[in-house]
T-cell receptor
Framework: EAQVTQNPRYLITVTGKKLTVTCSQN?????MSWYRQDPGLGLRQIYY???????DKGDVPEGYKVSRKEKRNFPLILESPSPNQTSLYFC??????????FGPGTRLTVL | GQSLEQPSEVTAVEGAIVQINCTYQ??????LSWYQQHDGGAPTFLSY????GLEETGRFSSFLSRSDSYGYLLLQELQMKDSASYFC?????????FGKGTRLHILP
């Protein structure tokens, strides 16, 4: 089954404790992306990747890091989370960025 | 700047037709996409307009006019399960920009 998986689905953490949210896709997509979704603000792109070892900033990259060492995986790293990073996070993949498949989402709370 | 404008809410009656508009102030993008998101769920892809004109997929159609900086999603024969949020999005230089979404309420 074609899918994008994210882990964990829910996470409560404390300010400053490094965390990683994993994302994996099995569709051989070149393009992968991370979004955060906040009430009233829609989906905002954090980082995207056009292919292995190629990453670039989206609209809201501050406080986040990503890596793309393998085509299928695109982890999101918060090195020092802060409460303003409390949000719903989605990973997505596609061939060129236009018909994206989304993961189920990760709800992150930073205390 | 770059932004896409959508109405925040739209209400329609079951069985009717509804149009959700998306206007934008950005140029040089590859096309306009539409996504549906039910409460508690992830966005799912509905349609993509690479070129101006109408694209039809079952009960859903999408339209793009670059000269008017405007697009819309048309939902026909509305069903209660169509109650959801709808987002338009553009791909500009590989960066994806989403509108803030339109909440569609359907009355029986």
């Amino acid at each position: 089954e074609a899918q994008v998986t994210q882990n964990p689905r829910y996470l409560i953490t404390v300010t400053g404790k490094k965390l990683t949210v994993t994302c994996s896709q099995n569709m051989n997509h070149e393009y992968m992306s991370w979004y955060r979704q906040d009430p009233g603000l829609g989906l905002r792109q954090i980082y995207y990747s056009m292919n292995v070892e190629v990453t670039d900033k989206g609209d809201v990259p501050e406080g986040y890091k990503v890596s793309r060492k393998e085509k299928r995986n695109f982890p999101l790293i918060l090195e020092s989370p802060s409460p303003n990073q409390t949000s719903l996070y989605f990973c997505a993949s596609s061939f060129e960025g236009n018909e994206q498949f989304f993961g189920p989402g990760t709800r992150l709370t930073v205390l | 700047g770059q932004s896409l404008e959508q109405p925040s809410e739209v209400t329609a009656v079951e069985g009717a037709i509804v149009q959700i508009n998306c206007t934008y102030q950005t140029s040089g993008f590859y096309g306009l996409s539409w996504y549906q998101q039910h409460d508690g769920g992830a966005p799912t892809f509905l349609s993509y307009n690479a070129l101006d004109g109408l694209e039809e997929t079952g009960r859903f159609s999408s339209f793009l006019s670059r000269s008017d900086s405007y697009g819309y999603l048309l939902l026909q024969e509305l069903q209660m399960k169509d109650s959801a949020s709808y987002f338009c999005a553009v791909n500009r230089d590989d960066k994806i920009i989403f509108g803030k979404g339109t909440r569609l309420h359907i009355l029986p």
